[in-house]
């Protein structure tokens, strides 16, 4: 069995205490590199599974260098760690569409489990003798339903609650995942909310509300950017389900406990 490769990009100013990544070298085979220089060029040559950013204290040249890899190699994964972290840095996190975001504390079996599960995914192969296939962004986001979900929603949904914890943000469906358990749309719903007690969609707005009162109270983010990173794309729905379940409006909200 080959071990996924790992590029660790080791941005830390701090350097005295080794990268938690780098505790990883029986389970992977990592390439390290602590500066930007030829960043490019040992990209390419190391051929990665998946790409790690390491920060403590991540500063503007260092995040952009993450979001332009991100841009000029869609097709690799990249995860951050970091030990400056705030809601603003996660959301930014959210929007550059990086694949998993660990704050420290965190346990190395954490990143591990992260890095097998995108190595497998991008080292599938539609047929045994086929030559490797890259796998596009999109392909990966399906697959990666498909790899979380089994085939009955019975007894799993905490598969389903691990998936809104992590794509929350983004647009869910509930026919999709339906799709992806090989169930129909009514078994999905059924299932759910006999095992949870309220249907997918009312838990997944809920979910967001609180996501939502969190950022309100911890962020200077404005009202409209945070339904956004909360999954609502549009600013005036947002403020309507917010005062239906909340009782009053983002704004007083902020408001009230600020």
Not at 37 to 50: K, M, R, T
Not at 136 to 163: E, G, M
Not at 216 to 231: N, R, T, Y
Request: a positive charge; aromatic letters at 12%.
């Amino acid at each position: 069995m080959n071990l996924p490769k790992l590029f660790l990009v080791d941005l830390r100013t701090n350097k005295d205490v080794p990268s938690v990544c780098s505790r990883l070298t029986n389970s992977c085979v990592i390439n390290i590199l602590n500066k930007l220089d030829n960043f490019y060029d040992q990209l390419e040559y190391s051929s990665p599974d998946v790409i790690c950013f390491d920060f403590d204290y991540p500063d503007k040249k260092s995040l952009s260098m993450l979001e332009k890899t991100r841009y000029n190699f869609p097709s690799i994964p990249v995860l951050m760690v970091t030990q400056y972290h705030d809601e603003q840095l996660a959301v930014w996190a959210l929007r550059a569409r990086v694949w998993d975001y660990f704050a420290q504390p965190v346990q190395t079996e954490e990143i591990l489990s992260s890095i097998n599960t995108l190595s497998s995914l991008r080292n599938l192969r539609p047929g045994e003798n086929s030559p490797r296939k890259i796998l596009k962004p999109a392909q990966v986001n399906n697959i990666k339903i498909k790899a979380k979900f089994n085939r009955n929603l019975k007894n799993h949904s905490f598969n389903v609650i691990k998936y809104v914890e992590n794509h929350y943000h983004e647009k869910i469906y509930i026919s999709e995942l339906a799709k992806q358990c090989q169930i129909s749309i009514y078994q999905f719903s059924r299932v759910f909310k006999r095992e949870k007690g309220i249907t997918f969609r009312d838990y997944l707005i809920k979910y967001r509300l609180n996501k939502a009162c969190e950022l309100l109270q911890e962020s200077i983010l404005l009202v409209g950017d945070v339904g956004f990173a909360v999954g609502f794309s549009d600013h005036s729905y947002f403020t309507r389900v917010f005062k239906q379940h909340v009782g009053v409006s983002p704004s007083d909200y902020r408001l009230d406990k600020n």
